[in-house]
Structure formats: C-alpha cells, structure tokens
C-alpha cells in the first residue's frame, strides 16, 4: 500500500536526518558484544513419540478471541493423527503469528487411548507502546520512534496503530487497520489514513537539491493468496498532493555560485520540476501479481534458494497529470560456495503526464549503488528504466540463532531515460562491498560502499549507503 502525508507532520532537523547512518553504524558495533544462547522451554510430557489422535483443542485465557480463529492461525485440526513434533511445530507457528501476547500449552488424555485434548493457554494483546523500523520502495528505511499499537484488537486477527515514522528522507504521521494473511487463510486487507512530508533529492550541474512533496489521504488494499507460491493485490488510494514551489540546495557548488541552504524558485527550477508544483487530488489504482518460491535456511537472514516476482500496473487520475505506470522485479536466490548469489532484475515505465514525483529516478541503493541517490537520472525524471544487481553473501560470524555477522560483494548496473528523446547517457555501473549484522532491537542493519565504474554525475570517487534490512 502507498504511503501518504500531511504538511502538519513534524519534520525532523537536518541533524537528526544527518545522525541516522551514525545511528546504524554506532548499533553494528554494539551488536558485536556476546550474547546468550537461546533457552527453549521443556517439552511436555504428555506426548510421546508415537503417532497419537487429537481429539479437541481447548481454549483459556482468551476473552475477546474465538476458536475459528485460533484455527486459521494453527497448523492442527481436531480429529487428525499427531506426534509429539507436529504439535510442538504448530504452537511455535501460533507464536510466530504474534496473534497472543502469550502461548503456553500443555495437553491432557482425550476420549479413549491413545487420544489427546491439547489446551491453549493463552494472554492477549493489550494497548501498548512500541518502536519499529523497515524500508519500501518509495522512501527506503525508515524508524518508528513512536508507536501506539493494538494486535487483535476485535478477536478476529486485526490490527490497529498509529505510528511517527521518521525516515531518510521523509516524516510522517500514519493511522492503520487490517487483518493480515492468517496460516490457513487466504484473504488480506487493509486501510491507511496518512499524512507524509518526502524530501525528494535530484541533480542539477552538480549540485544535489531537496524538493519538498507532501501527500495525504485515505488508502485500502485487498490481496488473496491464489496458493502457497501465488498471491494478488488490488488497492485504491485518494489522496492530495502538495509540491512546494522551491527547492532547496543540499550541496554547494565547486565554483560557489550555489551555497547549501540556497532556494531555488521559478524559472530558475529545472522545466521537469517547475511544471509539476502545487496543489492537487488523485485517484491511484494498482492491481499486484507476486510469485514466491524462496526458502531460507535457519538463521541464513537471507533467502539460499528460490525465486520471487512481481508484476504491478498502476493508475493514477490526476487532472492534467493522469498516467499508467508498470513495474517488473524479479529475484533468483542459489546456494553457491561459502554462501549465496542474489540476483535482482528490474524495469519499470511510467506515461510521459507523470509529474516529477510519480516518474522514476536512477542511482542509488535500490538501483546503482556507487552513485548518489537519483543522480543518474534528469531533475525531473525518467518514464523508463532498468537495473540489476548481483550479490554474493557470506556468513562471517555466527551464535546460536544462526547467522549474526555478513558481509557482502556486489556489481550493480542499469540505465534509464524517456521515451520522447533520443537522449541516452549509457549503461552506468557500480561495485562494491558491505556488510549485513543483526542485531536484537532492529533486526537487520547494512552498510554498503559503492563504487563507480562508469562516468560520475559528481566528483565523488565512492558513495556509503545505510540502511535497515538487505537490498533486496
């Protein structure tokens, strides 16, 4: 679902934003420190190793939850054969579905022999106070300093929070209701209202500039797993757009003739950015057809076999900005000596109406990293574009819940460009290494250092890149 922004939504200091690589990097070295091993609790006794029957599945200490819902969640049926393995996989999914606060279990003699009663016991979620953190497409990794959150709000496996997101490059304030894809479910569904502020970079004679779009609305997405491997997504989103008419100077010249901090205002603005200011309302539909094979080893933090697809179209109706965009991503995962290759392919076209913030933008770390963010791609952006990008992922340390320490090779390349030019600046590459840690309170972190192996935008020989989860 598309994210969308308020102008009221605090935006945080150029010290704040400037603070967050610090931030990653200050929590890789402290992730280095010794941890425990993971303690697991006993198994119960009352299941042994041979093939037993369940004969019911009791529920305590719930009073908002029911059982059908409970059964979407776990792996089990009243009536089928089990052994002591099934049963203790089952309560760990349960777990892992975060529908309970709390999962206890224990079981008792069912009807006749060799028949058993499982019991749930059970606490649940409760209005409480949290932190967050993750990336998308549009914006890249963000923080949720703040978040007031309630799982399981209706006993039917929703969910309600309002959250402060605090990201790279964008701010904003997000309310959220839905009810995810369960185990034995199939449907999904959502609805955001939101209000998000984005600073959006480009490129002009050198100098990096921010320009300020806001956005704000009401969006709703339904998605169906068609099965295991095959799921589907429809969303529509209304929202308004507010573009500022300036943008600001990131970075000065070599010749002095722009000092960071300066604004830049009306015909001075690049054509591609001066005709897409100001206010306006839209409509945004997408239709999404994603195609999942992966599997992950325990622990690896990285898929090691596999492939994972998408096919997204999208339109927006927008008064003199209407435009159909489409996106293809795939990416292949293989076992491969002292760790795994990666490997993502993207495209993706955008209709020439779009305005500057709807069309697409090269460089990078979801695209080509070695280069600054967008800036391999014109101020007002591109209607067509392609990257790739190989890695190569190793285990460096380890502890007891697997991989802790990883680093990374890769090789990125891609060009983009519009369809109503014959421009074509070439294919631009980059390489480098990085390095990927998890770590208790955020998961999984990354640095990478890239560098260009085509022509530079910038006199800038390497470009370092933080960030929250892998690439890709």
Not at 106 to 119: A, D, F, I, K, N
Not at 121 to 147: C, I, Q, S
Not at 164 to 191: I, Q, S
Not at 221 to 235: D, I, N, P
Request: net charge neutral; aromatic share 10%.
């Amino acid at each position: 679902m598309d994210r969308v922004t308020m102008k009221s939504a605090p935006i945080p200091s150029k010290l704040l934003r400037s603070a967050l690589p610090a931030v990653v990097l200050l929590a890789c070295m402290t992730a280095m420190a010794p941890t425990a091993p993971a303690q697991s609790g006993p198994v119960p006794q009352t299941v042994g190793q041979a093939t037993l029957h369940l004969d019911n599945i009791e529920l305590a200490g719930a009073t908002r939850t029911r059982m059908p819902t409970v059964l979407l969640h776990l792996p089990l049926t009243p009536g089928q054969p089990i052994d002591q393995a099934t049963l203790v996989a089952a309560v760990a999914e349960l777990r892992r579905s975060e529908l309970f606060a709390d999962v206890s279990f224990y079981t008792r003699p069912g009807s006749e022999r060799g028949h058993l009663t499982l019991v749930l016991e059970v606490r649940e979620h409760r209005l409480d106070f949290r932190w967050a953190a993750g990336n998308t497409d549009l914006d890249g990794w963000y923080l949720v300093p703040a978040m007031v959150a309630w799982d399981n709000v209706s006993g039917h496996g929703d969910f309600l929070d309002f959250q402060w997101r605090v990201g790279f490059r964008h701010t904003g304030l997000l309310l959220n209701y839905g009810r995810p894809w369960a185990n034995k479910g199939r449907d999904y569904w959502g609805a955001r209202l939101s209000s998000i502020t984005t600073d959006r970079p480009y490129f002009s004679d050198g100098v990096e500039y921010r320009h300020q779009v806001g956005t704000s609305g009401l969006a709703g997405v339904y998605g169906r797993r068609f099965s295991k491997r095959w799921l589907g997504e429809l969303g529509l989103n209304l929202e308004g757009v507010d573009a500022a008419d300036h943008s600001t100077a990131h970075t000065g010249s070599a010749d002095g003739g722009v000092a960071e901090g300066d604004e830049v205002r009306g015909d001075d603005l690049p054509e591609g950015i001066s005709s897409g200011l100001g206010k306006d309302g839209r409509v945004i539909l997408h239709a999404d057809l994603q195609h999942d094979t992966r599997a992950w080893a325990h622990g690896s933090g990285t898929p090691v076999s596999g492939l994972w697809g998408r096919l997204k179209t999208e339109l927006t109706l927008q008064e003199e900005r209407s435009h159909v965009g489409l996106q293809a991503d795939l990416r292949a995962y293989r076992r491969a000596p002292a760790g795994v290759l990666a490997l993502r392919l993207r495209g993706a076209a955008v209709t020439k109406d779009a305005a500057f913030y709807d069309r697409l933008y090269l460089g990078g770390m979801y695209t080509v990293r070695g280069f600054p963010t967008h800036s391999l791609s014109a101020p007002g952006g591109d209607t067509w574009l392609w990257s790739g990008s190989v890695e190569h992922r190793s285990r460096i340390l380890g502890d007891a819940k697997g991989t802790r320490l990883a680093g990374v090779l890769f090789l990125d390349a891609g060009a983009s460009g519009t369809f109503d030019t014959d421009a074509f600046s070439g294919v631009a590459a980059g390489a480098g290494y990085g390095l990927r840690m998890r770590i208790w309170w955020l998961d999984w972190i990354g640095i990478d250092v890239g560098f260009p192996l085509t022509a530079r935008p910038v006199d800038q020989r390497f470009q370092l890149n933080a960030s929250i989860g892998w690439s890709f």
